[in-house]
């Protein structure tokens, strides 16, 4: 028997313009005995989190870095994998391949969030800083696993990896929402979870940080903006990607942003009206509710990784 | 037919000394349609955390306070509620007020917690302050619901409220723990819990904040304390209940006491490595994780509701 190939990604979407519903159940089969669904609660705001920063890692990052480590594996192939992150996607990786028994390297950025590099290095990683933005670590990493026989591991522009986020679009669909708002930087989780919500039906609404708002003003025939420091460090990224771009315009039926102050906000509400700690873009979602109308609004709170000072800001500016 | 009596102190518990099997079925009954179980998570220390922080009301007295009114409300007696209480018992009586209709008043001291009046009041009921401690506002609303035909709803020494916190056991169970860590103030929590536990043969570890362990020295024959002020206002009890001290002498099988530096750090350890929002009770049977060892070990954080400058101080403690 031979064995499968890697998903193309030109060619990994159905008709409808979103990604494969095969790529889904395969991401589904893989994730579903290893990560447990993460909960819903309501929000104080009105509507309902998604707490993905109760996933492992903190953040729904593993769960396209799991699907896409694990297809790989199916296809019997068990090179290293190298990635690039600030911080969630290293996570994610480093777990997986731990998990998987896959050698990982992780390029961080030497601004990284210093508790997301000590994570991947107690995951097993081997964290390697560069003093590059999150793109020139990205190339670095493709670099070297093109001269190493590793595995670069995008950290959202992959089908692989859009199809393990999508896994949570699964798990929001059994919750009957009408409108679910996604926090948007390359766009990768808004691509998976939306080519699921959109074939139900569900609205959705992406978020992005002022400044970052680059998935926004592509598809608005805008130029790029530099992407520019945000609390919500994970939705910095300048370029949306060649795969994840064309899905966020198939499932996003709009795009709202947010500025610091409101993502600040939403920070302090969740700690101290919701209980729940919230990093920059886990929160961009909730700073958004007020601008998103619905029977059943869900917005997902990404991931809950941030610095103490951080925290220690949102909760002091809400005394 | 003859309505149902309210069950007696005196001989609500089984044989076998916990509290009466019968009861707390009744009291699954009632609160399976209302409160959804709340999530059990990974703890980055060690065991699991079951999170009552995301119970309605932010608190798992909610389960105590529905419980002893709809059991009220079936009995055909609709009297008016009066509750004292410095946060989480006077939220849990008046959401369950409102949702069975009935008035609330609860006195609270004025040194509660400003956001848990607020939070009472948002809810419908009456709030007023007293300048005196909880055990002078409770004399002061047992007084007036006696004046007023009303009701006074005990926070811990009642059989339908340690019943309605039994509940939480049985979410448990059905988690297969072999020990399960409980913050003990009056001891109502445990007593409920525990009984679910016991009769499951899983071990149960009472967790004090130091100064305030009432419950601790009344077991061991020593004189009681003065309750102290303590990081876990919630555990700030001085006297144990005439019900809830021999159940919890049934279902302890030992009790930790950990200090306000080891609350201050769980509360830290559980916003930035759990992503968790716990209040000093709350984090207290984490801090007490480390002394505690088992095959599957859950640690119960019973609430999440603090103050700004609280979580501000746990934040920047680990900056």
Redesign the interface.
């Known amino acids: 028997m031979s064995r499968p190939l890697a998903p193309d990604p030109e060619t990994c979407r159905d008709p409808d313009g979103l990604l494969a519903a095969s790529l889904i159940e395969a991401a589904e089969r893989r994730l579903r005995p290893v990560l447990a669904p993460t ?1 819903l ?2 929000c104080s705001r009105g509507g309902w989190l998604k ?1 993905e ?2 996933q ?1 890692t ?1 953040a729904f990052k593993v769960r396209g870095a799991y699907n896409a480590l694990a297809a790989q594996i199916e296809r019997g192939d068990r090179r290293p994998v190298f990635a690039a992150s600030a911080g969630n996607h290293g996570l994610g990786v480093a777990w997986a391949a731990r998990r998987l028994g896959l050698p990982a390297t992780i390029v961080v950025p030497t601004s990284a969030s210093p ?1 997301k590099i000590a994570g991947c290095r107690r995951l097993g990683a081997r964290v390697v800083t560069a003093a590059e933005p999150v793109e020139g670590c990205a190339t670095l990493a493709a670099r070297w696993a093109a001269e190493q026989g590793g595995r670069f591991v995008h950290p959202f522009d992959d089908p692989e990896v859009i199809a393990g986020q999508a896994t949570l679009g699964l798990e929001l669909v059994a919750t009957r929402p009408d409108v679910v708002v996604i926090p948007v930087g390359g766009g990768g989780l808004a691509a998976g979870v939306g080519s699921v919500l959109r074939r139900r039906g569900v609205r959705v609404v992406g978020v992005q940080a002022a400044g970052s708002d680059g998935v926004r003003r592509a598809l608005a025939g805008e130029a790029a903006p530099s992407a520019t420091m945000t609390l919500a460090d994970c939705l910095r990224v300048a370029v949306p990607g060649r795969l994840s771009l064309p899905l966020c315009a198939a499932v996003l039926d709009d795009v709202v942003v947010v500025d610091d102050d409101e993502i600040l906000r939403a920070m ?1 509400s969740l ?2 009206e919701d ?4 990093e920059g873009a886990g929160a961009a979602a909730v700073a958004a509710l007020g601008r998103v109308s619905g029977r059943r609004v869900v917005a997902i709170v990404s991931g ?6 951080v ?2 800001r949102a ?5």
Chains 1, 2 share one sequence.
Do not use: D, I, K, T
């Open positions: 909960p609660v309501a707490l920063s109760l492992v903190g508790g302090a700690a101290l209980r729940v700690v919230a809950g990784n941030l610095e103490p000072a925290l220690a909760a002091a500016s809400a005394a």
